[in-house]
């Protein structure tokens, strides 16, 4: 059963180049989650998708780009990384919305921008 | 804006002893709140989710409470063990889609 699987665990990018961030989740859930942590400042939403064919800004969404691609698949993609994308991501996915049901996460993506 | 502070940020403890961390937030209308466990390097795994018409949920060694009206919410572990060791982390969500989470408590347990 893998739940939340995010793809590249790892990343060095140079400044100014772009890349795409994978998630999927097996576990039929209608809603997912991007947030990047950093330290000192806890988790912070980039995107999120309710539900299959709409996305929603959160409360960090500048720079960012996201689709959901199926109700499994849900990417986010940086068009033009800057050292302040430097940060652990992680993708998250629930059944229902977040106000009444349980949250799954990934294993994180780890972003450094040089 | 939801705010949500966890205090303390680090709390080290021997082996056996009964904790808690708290955590605190700002409006008043949060909807429900979980508490979440992250080890070093992995995601996060929620422990316990406390929906609005609840006042506390239980699994195993862990009891988690929410006090709507005080703005806190508390996890209690009993009978710590070394395995507990990790940081946890509360959030809690108003209506709106937003989920707010606490900087963490990092908690050791020294056998």
């Known amino acids: 059963n893998a739940g939340v699987t995010q793809t590249p665990k790892f990343q060095v990018l140079k400044t100014g180049q772009s890349m795409t961030l994978q998630c999927a989740q097996d576990?039929?859930?209608?809603?997912m989650y991007w947030y990047r942590q950093d330290p000192g400042m806890g988790l912070r939403l980039i995107y999120y998708s309710a539900s299959e064919g709409t996305t929603d800004k959160g409360e960090v969404p500048n720079g960012y780009n996201v689709s959901r691609l199926n109700k499994r698949e849900f990417s986010l993609r940086l068009e033009s990384a800057a050292p302040s994308q430097t940060s652990v991501y992680f993708c998250?996915?629930?059944?229902?919305?977040?106000?009444?049901?349980?949250?799954?996460f990934g294993q994180g993506t780890r972003l450094t921008v040089v | 804006k939801q705010e949500v502070t966890q205090i303390p940020a680090a709390l080290s403890v021997p082996e056996g002893e009964n904790l808690v961390l708290n955590c605190s937030f700002t409006d008043s209308a949060i909807y429900n709140l979980q508490w979440f466990r992250q080890d070093p390097g992995k995601g996060l795994t929620s422990l316990l989710l406390?929906?609005?018409?609840?006042r506390e949920q239980t699994s195993g060694r862990l009891n988690a409470s929410l006090d709507k009206s005080s703005g806190r919410s508390t996890l209690y572990i009993a009978a710590s063990q070394p395995g507990d060791s990790a940081t946890y982390l509360c959030a809690g969500a108003n209506t709106g889609n937003q989920f707010y989470f606490g900087t963490g408590t990092s908690l050791t347990v020294i056998p």
């Open positions: 406390i929906q609005s018409s609840q």
């Open positions: 576990m039929n859930h209608n809603s």
């Open positions: 998250a996915s629930s059944f229902g919305r977040w106000m009444n049901t349980e949250a799954f």
